[in-house]
């Protein structure tokens, strides 16, 4: 099964670029990878996915580099509101039944955003 | 209301008793999730379905049962509750299998 890997937490102060980078080295030509936000007591929300190279929404961009071995949610101009876990999700299901990586959350990233 | 809901959203129980989480979408989306939540360990995902009656196991299926008669209801049952099925369990829904993920406010189970 493929592995994430992210950093613990995280420290920003608002207004400032967010960049939070996920590791997934075992990653399988088949899978996506998404970034989620969870607030506490809430469940996750989704924020953004891709498979290569850039892909821009109205709250955030991810990269991935050519070899897919990690990706980087960038959360532009960060505010209060914007703390929270993100985690990022590897794989997919499309082999039902077969091996897969069969959607692997990374730990999750506390990202503190001060005034 | 639209959305996906759970039940209870808090249980405790004891050691060896056969608890039932519940868990309802009104999209009629095709695939739904379990997932459970601990500390170091992030989401893990227990079982999920693509469709009903279509279940398979996911990361930690051990010690759990599902269960999807019809599409909108995916139950997670813990067969014979331990102490280390203490935990947040979290239901999710999605249309595509690939694709966002709706995820409901969750259930703490606490096992004695």
């Known amino acids: 099964l493929a592995k994430t890997t992210q950093p613990i937490s995280m420290d920003s102060y608002e207004g400032q670029e967010v960049n939070i980078t996920c590791s997934h080295n075992n990653i399988a030509t088949n899978d996506y990878i998404t970034w989620y936000q969870q607030f506490p007591s809430q469940g996750p929300r989704f924020i953004i996915q891709?498979?290569?190279t850039k892909v821009t929404n109205e709250v955030a961009s991810l990269f991935i580099p050519a070899d897919r071995k990690s990706s980087t949610l960038s959360l532009p101009r960060v505010s209060l509101s914007d703390t929270a876990v993100y985690y990022c999700?590897?794989?997919?299901?499309?082999?039902?039944?077969?091996?897969?990586?069969?959607?692997?959350f990374g730990t999750g990233t506390l990202l503190a955003v001060q005034p | 209301d639209a959305g996906i809901t759970q039940s209870p959203r808090y249980k405790i129980t004891e050691t060896g008793r056969q608890v039932t989480l519940m868990c309802h979408q009104t999209w009629s989306h095709s695939y739904m999730f379990w997932y459970r939540q601990d500390l170091g360990h992030g989401l893990r995902l227990i079982y999920y379905s693509a469709a009903a009656d279509i279940t398979d196991k996911g990361e930690v299926p051990d010690g759990y049962v599902v269960s999807r008669s019809k599409t909108e209801n995916f139950p997670l049952t813990l067969e014979s509750a331990t102490r280390s099925q203490t935990s947040v369990y979290f239901c999710a829904s999605s249309e595509e299998v690939i694709g966002e993920q709706f995820f409901g406010p969750g259930t703490r189970l606490t096992v004695l």
């Open positions: 891709g498979y290569k």
């Open positions: 999700l590897v794989g997919d299901i499309v082999n039902y039944g077969g091996a897969t990586n069969k959607l692997i």
